[in-house]
């Protein structure tokens, strides 16, 4: 039985009740068809929506595993969502249905393209974050100044000219020392309230004095260090580091040694404003006399006759004291001052066979890399030990097992640098060709 009767059956049985009109058979004929098409497009509209998302499930696993390229998975998305609309106009859309109403498969390829966009931005994240430096470089506490810096009781200090700085944190904080001494070492390792100073006391060069000054609470004790220089030399440090314990004052110092004119005439009495030698004669100004021209070789001999016609000297040296009385002095070999640190309540000096710092001295044959050159500092801390080394006649920085070139910190030629620990971070200062720098770990 086709359509045509089925209409004819309906309209005998229901004839009686419906009254014809011309045209009614048409319109039920239209109505029949449509909902037959509506029915067999939902059905396809169905079959459509499994197989996309099987093919999306296969996408995302293939995704997952990392065995497919990005770019065919995305190529393969565009293909999909460019036939969506074919399949629409083979369903022939119906009145009343509209493309808002069919599932939509766009989700599914944008959801894949949202993740790996975001695969590869955290791709490229710890790309980046493991090429840059875990080292950032501290300013001065007196911006473009020429800084000094030195570790003492697990904090760093900064000395610009006659001003010394301690750090705080995040920011610098000036120190407050005695007014009629110039400083050239301080140690804070037992706090700020037990402040060990070492400096020159007095305004006259020929006859200032190296002395340690140590406050307890609101009080000064001071002890004076034997003068061990020839009448007519003056001292001028240039690094200093002081370290005070309950067993003894110790000061490593680097110091040029040179002659000055007047002095040596005051050391014979003669009151002279100022002087100077040339070739065996003294020319000086008298405070009396005026103009005066002395002769060295009836002036002489002198104790200090080895630096008469040559240059400034320069000279490392330890002194040490048990009681603030007694003092014995080391020198040292090379050009640079010996760094010094507190161990177990005593003061170990750093030598060619250990590196020391406040509370520990490492055994520098333990811990150099096996391809360097040579160990300049090495710091134990909680998360391993931080070397600085040279290898292929480079200065390189070591931290958690990562190596970095010194000059790609400072953008200038690296010779040296010494690791410290402030508080719980670590730091490294760094000696360039534009003067010392100071850098701490992230």
Same mark, same amino acid.
């Given at each position: ?22 045209? !009614? ?61 074919? !399949? ?66 697990? !904090?760093?200090? =900064? ?9 705080? %944190? ?27 100073? =070492? ?48 067993? %003894? ?55 200090? +006759? %080895? ?27 090379? +050009? ?75 953008? #200038? ?10 508080? #719980? ?18």
């Amino acid at each position: 039985m086709n359509l045509d009767d089925e209409v004819r059956r309906h309209l005998r049985d229901t004839g009686e009740q419906v009254a014809l009109t011309p045209g !009614m058979v048409d319109a039920v004929r239209i109505r029949a068809a449509s909902r037959v098409r509506r029915r067999q497009f939902i059905l396809r509209g169905l079959g459509s929506l499994v197989a996309l998302v099987a093919i999306g499930g296969s996408v995302a696993v293939i995704s997952r595993q990392g065995n497919e390229d990005p770019a065919r998975l995305t190529a393969a998305s565009l293909t999909e969502t460019s036939q969506a609309p074919e !399949m629409m106009s083979a369903g022939e859309l119906v009145e009343g249905d509209s493309p808002a109403s069919l599932p939509s498969t766009s989700p599914t390829y944008e959801s894949n393209a949202t993740a790996e966009d975001e695969d590869t931005e955290i791709t490229s994240t710890l790309t980046r974050e493991s090429s840059e430096s875990r080292w950032t470089k501290i300013e001065s506490p007196v911006s473009g100044a020429t800084t000094e810096y030195m570790y003492s009781g697990g !904090m760093v200090l =900064a000395q610009v000219g006659s001003q010394w700085f301690v750090r705080d %944190e995040s920011s610098w904080r000036e120190l407050a020392l005695p007014q009629a001494l110039s400083p050239i070492a301080i140690d804070i390792g037992a706090g700020e309230e037990a402040m060990r100073v =070492a400096g020159w006391l007095g305004d006259d060069p020929c006859a200032k004095n190296l002395v340690i000054q140590v406050r307890d609470g609101t009080t000064w004790r001071q002890h004076e260090l034997q003068n061990d220089l020839a009448p007519g030399l003056i001292s001028t440090v240039s690094q200093a580091r002081l370290r005070v314990t309950d067993h %003894e004052l110790v000061l490593s110092r680097l110091e040029e040694l040179v002659l000055d004119p007047v002095c040596l005439l005051q050391s014979r009495g003669i009151d002279a404003v100022d002087a100077e030698i040339v070739d065996d004669f003294i020319y000086a100004t008298d405070r009396k006399a005026g103009r005066v021209v002395y002769s060295l070789e009836k002036l002489g001999p002198f104790e200090a +006759q %080895e630096f008469i016609g040559t240059g400034p000297k320069q000279r490392s040296l330890i002194t040490r004291s048990v009681d603030g009385g007694q003092w014995t002095t080391t020198l040292r070999s090379g +050009q640079r001052v010996t760094e010094l640190g507190v161990v177990d309540g005593l003061v170990m000096s750093e030598d060619s066979e250990h590196t020391v710092h406040d509370g520990q001295r490492l055994e520098r044959n333990e811990v150099i890399p096996p391809t360097a050159q040579r160990l300049i500092d090495a710091l134990a801390s909680s998360s391993g030990i931080s070397l600085i080394f040279e290898r292929d006649n480079r200065i390189w920085v070591r931290d958690s097992g990562e190596d970095q070139r010194m000059d790609e910190l400072t953008d #200038s030629p690296s010779v040296s640098g010494r690791l410290g620990r402030v508080a #719980s971070g670590i730091t490294m200062v760094i000696d360039t060709s534009q003067g010392p720098t100071l850098f701490v770990r992230d």
